[in-house]
């Protein structure tokens, strides 16, 4: 089967070429992400992180105002509207121009940042699963909508997720939550299998080697795997020393088709595209010469 099918989606009345994998850099404004060194509270040290991720190579900022680690306590839909902004006038203050995701699954809030600040892109993590307005919300604004896979919620994603086939009810919540969005009229969809999200360690690696086939969709993939458990817990390190077991999953997944990689380590992540990338053009040009 060939999916070898162009994928752009369009950002703010432009569109965005993701037949070239793409990086998003994490922007955490809450105290308590898993990764202690991702979160980012005062002014200074928000615009010096948006500052370096840019600088670093970043296409899209990805803006979160409430955990979403395993067992995280819920915040108010206030108390996260206040974080994310204080992020997006950082972001905006910085740079006009960068292409922003909100990390939520409350359509109120991500309504708010479209309407207000113009954010390109809701990121939910929920899959429309935690807030039932959410994709009217997003064929209402009409940006791109990151569809991600999760069992249960965050609070009680990880108490023994079980799956007879993790790789097909996944691929089946896909086809049915995409057959949903494309009723409201919904156009960019990304998808997201949501590692970590409701998902054993063996669940997990089960999903990064079958990654390709979540491409039968025809839809851009994200994958989220920076730091997390599934690295980290396999190594025997801390999130903070989970660097380059990131960027060795990473790779894997570039290789395996993915289009964005959501990451805390833009410049990495960069790099692991740029190698993927000239390699395919070398294979691109020995298949030509071939023939």
């Known amino acids: 089967m060939n999916f070898k099918t162009a994928k752009f989606i369009n950002v703010n009345g432009k569109l965005l070429d993701l037949n070239v994998p793409r990086v998003m850099g994490i922007l955490n404004v809450t105290p308590d992400s898993f990764y202690e060194q991702s979160r980012t509270m005062d002014w200074r040290d928000l ?3 948006i500052r370096q991720m840019l600088h670093d190579g970043a296409d899209i900022i ?3 105002g409430c955990s979403t680690r395993p067992g995280a306590d819920d915040v108010s839909p206030e108390e996260e509207k206040g974080r994310l902004e204080r ?5 905006r ?7 922003v995701s909100v990390d939520t699954y409350r359509a109120q809030v991500a309504r708010w940042c479209v309407e207000k600040y113009g954010v390109a ?16 919300v997003v064929a209402h604004t009409g940006v791109p909508y990151i569809l991600t896979h999760i069992k249960g919620s965050p ?7 079980t799956y007879k ?8 919540f896909f086809s049915k939550r995409v057959e949903e969005l494309r009723e409201r009229g919904v156009k960019d969809i990304i998808l997201d299998p949501g590692f970590g999200f409701g998902k054993s360690e063996s669940h997990n690696y089960q999903l990064l080697k079958s990654l390709d086939n979540f491409r039968l969709h025809g839809l851009p993939l994200l994958v989220g795997v920076s730091r997390k458990s599934m690295i980290h817990h396999v190594l025997g390190v801390k999130p903070d020393q989970a660097l380059n077991g990131t960027t060795v999953v990473n790779t894997i997944c570039l290789m395996k088709g993915a289009n964005i990689l ?3 380590d833009v410049r990495p992540a960069v790099e692991a595209v740029k190698i993927i990338q000239q390699m395919k053009k070398e294979e691109e040009a020995c298949f030509s010469s071939s023939h």
């Open 155 to 161: 609070r009680t994603m990880q108490r023994c997720p």
């Open 62 to 64: 990805d803006v979160g």
């Open 47 to 49: 615009v010096r992180r």
């Open 87 to 91: 992020a997006l006038e950082a972001i």
């Open 165 to 172: 086939d993790v790789v097909r009810e996944v691929n089946l």
């Open 93 to 99: 203050y910085v740079s006009a121009d960068a292409v």
């Open 121 to 136: 892109i809701i990121n939910d993590i929920s899959g429309g699963t935690l807030d039932a307005d959410m994709f009217d």
């Open 262 to 264: 959501r990451v805390h």
